[in-house]
C-alpha cells in the first residue's frame, strides 16, 4: 500500500516556489505527494510532473473548495465555476498521472446553516447535475472523482458515509467514489472500520489522519481495525496524510485550525510515515538524507 501526504503539511497555497518539499517528502520515505490544487496559476505543472518522475513520487490531486467553488450554490455562476474548477483539476490529475481527484466535491467548506427540506433538495440537484457533467470528463480522461464526507462543522450537506453512499449511488458511474478522511469519521461514524467495510470497492482514496488532525499514531483511532478492514475489502489505494501546517486564513476559518498540530510539520510528516508504514506496510523505512 503506498503512503502519502498532502502539500497542505508544509504549505498553503502550493506554488512552484514550495518545490523543495517534494525533496523532503522523498527523504522522508514517501510514495506518494498530494498535491492541493489552490490556485493553479501559482504552479508550473510541467516543472512539477518533471520533479516528481525524476524524484520517482507519485501524484495525486486535491481540491481547495472555497466558498466561490460550489456547485451547489444557489447562484449559478458559483456553481459554473464550482464545476469549471473540477474540471480544471481533472485535467491537471490526468497531466500529472494522477488516478483520483479528491474533496467536497458537492459544496464550499465552511457552508453550514439549518434549511429547509426544499432548499437542501433543490441544492442536491443542483450538486447532481453537475456531478454528472463532472463525471462525463472524468470518463475522457481517465481520472476518478472521489467524494469526500466532512464533518459537521465544515458541511451541512454530506456529512456520512451513508450520505457520500446515496449521492454516489444516485449518478450511477464508475468514474465517481469516495474519499474516505479518519479525522472526518471520527466525528461523524459511529465504526470506521465498519463504514470502510461498507463502502467496499466504492472506496478509492483515504486520508489517514489522526482524531484531532495531529500525527497518526499520537490519538486514539483505532488504527488496527482500519487496517484489517482495509485488507478485508481489498483496498489498492493510497493513504495519505493530510494536515494543516500552515493554512491560509480562508482555509484556517473554513477547517477551523486555530492552533498547531505537531512541533513542526517536518516531525508530523516524519513520525506519521513511520507510524504508517509500520501499522499498514509491516515495517518502518528509516529516514534517508
Known amino acids: 500500500m503506498d503512503i502519502g501526504i498532502s502539500t497542505?503539511?508544509?504549505?498553503?497555497?502550493?506554488?512552484?516556489?514550495?518545490?523543495?518539499?517534494?525533496?523532503?517528502?522523498?527523504?522522508?520515505g514517501y510514495d506518494v505527494i498530494e498535491i492541493a490544487v489552490e490556485d493553479r496559476e501559482l504552479i508550473d505543472w510541467e516543472a512539477l510532473l518533471k520533479t516528481c518522475r525524476n524524484l520517482g513520487l507519485k501524484v495525486t490531486v486535491s481540491g481547495a473548495f472555497g466558498m466561490d467553488r460550489d456547485i451547489s450554490s444557489e447562484r449559478p455562476e458559483i456553481r459554473a465555476n464550482g464545476l469549471s474548477y473540477i474540471i480544471d483539476c481533472l485535467e491537471i490529475a490526468n497531466e500529472l498521472e494522477s488516478p483520483v481527484f479528491g474533496g467536497p466535491l458537492y459544496a464550499a467548506v465552511g457552508k453550514t446553516r439549518l434549511v429547509s427540506e426544499a432548499q437542501k433538495r433543490q441544492e442536491r440537484e443542483w450538486c447532481l447535475e453537475n456531478l454528472h457533467l463532472a463525471v462525463r470528463r472524468a470518463e475522457v480522461l481517465g481520472v476518478t472523482l472521489a467524494l469526500e464526507p466532512l464533518n459537521r462543522f465544515e458541511t451541512d450537506m454530506i456529512n456520512t458515509i451513508d450520505q457520500a453512499i446515496a449521492l454516489v449511488d444516485e449518478v450511477k458511474n464508475d468514474r465517481l467514489k469516495i474519499l474516505l478522511d479518519t479525522f472526518h469519521s471520527n466525528i461523524e461514524e459511529k465504526d470506521i472500520p465498519a463504514s470502510i467495510l461498507k463502502l467496499g470497492d466504492r472506496l478509492v482514496h483515504i486520508q489517514a489522519n489522526?482524531?484531532?488532525?495531529?500525527?497518526?499514531?499520537?490519538?486514539h483511532l483505532d488504527w488496527l481495525g482500519i487496517r484489517d478492514a482495509l485488507q478485508t475489502i481489498g483496498y489498492q489505494g493510497s493513504l495519505v496524510i493530510e494536515t494543516f501546517g500552515a493554512p491560509s486564513k480562508e482555509l484556517a476559518r473554513a477547517a477551523s485550525i486555530w492552533r498547531p498540530l505537531a512541533a513542526s510539520a517536518d516531525e508530523l510528516a516524519g513520525e506519521g510515515f513511520e507510524f504508517l508504514k509500520k501499522t499498514f506496510c509491516g515495517r518502518a523505512a528509516p529516514l534517508s538524507g
Open 8 to 28: 497542505f503539511v508544509w504549505v498553503s497555497p502550493f506554488s512552484s516556489a514550495s518545490f523543495d518539499i517534494l525533496q523532503k517528502a522523498k527523504d522522508i
Open 210 to 219: 489522526e482524531n484531532d488532525r495531529g500525527t497518526p499514531g499520537t490519538g
